[in-house]
């Protein structure tokens, strides 16, 4: 596809390249050619094996897990690519690592997500596109424009297809406290009432459960956040919703499927039903459950990618 007499360039490192090669099906065009490895010691090394002279340049690159290796295959590509001379790199990352150190929590903390904005931006990035960071406050931390998704319409759909015409069957149930201005849009896609979990936080990952605020008895709970951890917060709301509130029925929607640690025993022996999740990060097939439902994003960014160059607004997207 060719937008300002510039050829759109789509390249993919390791941690996604499914997502990759669905932007690049939608916009009709190649997964550029490139090999990304790494030397004996364990340094990565990335090859491109064609020009990219005046193109315009997208690499799709998740920092998921391993964090650090895939942080440093999309740094290095940047790299890459500026040293060959393309029009302009932007860097797609439906997941953006390091993202929850945002702000220090106390003292001498880092605040390693404007750390990561800065070794993006340094590379040589001259866009970021990306989807649900945790604090949108982010975006201030690139010194380049930053076009941020949201998730929440590809889920909202799916679940309307669920709800049919009984929403007030359902109830949106934030997990959290942090939550509640997701979950009340959320709720106001699907037409349905909005309850919340209040809980405290004694220790990192680990979550109780207080109160919760809003009725959800005789309800079917939708439990939506931005991202499944280790599970423990979902989890546990769920188990509330149902043993404290009596909620008949729980489903649990994510952007983003970081499942570390203990999440997929969790998830796995709760009591949600159906978990639907975005594939902003691949969950690999040994960790894959039944009762996981996993949406595609590709047609998303491909969607952002085109009104980009096109100078149509990003915003109304899923809107």
Do not use: W
Request: proline share 5%; net charge neutral.
């Amino acid at each position: 596809m060719n937008f300002h007499g510039k050829y759109i360039k789509i390249f993919t490192c390791n941690s996604n390249r499914p997502v990759a090669e669905q932007i690049a099906a939608c916009l009709e065009t190649p997964v550029g050619k490139s090999e990304v490895t790494s030397f004996s010691d364990g340094e990565i090394a990335v090859s491109l094996h064609e020009s990219v002279r005046g193109a315009e340049c997208f690499i799709v690159q998740s920092t998921c897990a391993p964090v650090n290796d895939n942080l440093m295959e999309l740094l290095i590509m940047i790299d890459a690519m500026k040293r060959a001379s393309a029009a302009s790199i932007t860097a797609v990352i439906p997941y953006l690592g390091y993202a929850r150190q945002d702000r220090k929590a106390k003292a001498r903390d880092p605040i390693s997500a404007k750390l990561v904005a800065d070794l993006i931006t340094t590379a040589g990035a001259d866009r970021v596109l990306t989807m649900d960071l945790h604090a949108n406050q982010i975006q201030g931390f690139f010194n380049i424009p930053v076009d941020h998704l949201v998730g929440a319409p590809i889920l909202a759909n799916y679940f309307k297809q669920k709800i049919g015409d009984r929403p007030d069957d359902y109830v949106v149930v934030s997990p959290d406290l942090g939550s509640v201005t997701r979950a009340r849009n959320f709720a106001t896609r699907l037409g349905c009432p909005i309850a919340i979990i209040d809980k405290r936080r004694p220790k990192a990952n680990v979550s109780e459960v207080m109160n919760i605020i809003g009725e959800v008895k005789g309800k079917k709970v939708i439990l939506v956040d931005d991202m499944i951890d280790t599970a423990g917060t979902l989890c546990n709301a769920a188990q509330a919703v149902v043993e404290r509130g009596g909620a008949t029925e729980v489903y649990a929607g994510a952007t983003h499927a970081v499942l570390s640690g203990p999440a997929i025993d969790r998830l796995k022996n709760s009591v949600i039903k159906e978990v639907i999740l975005l594939d902003t990060i691949p969950v690999p097939a040994d960790r894959m459950l039944d009762k996981f439902t996993v949406l595609p994003v590709g047609p998303v960014f491909a969607e952002a990618i085109e009104r980009i160059y096109e100078d149509k607004p990003v915003s109304s997207i899923g809107v």
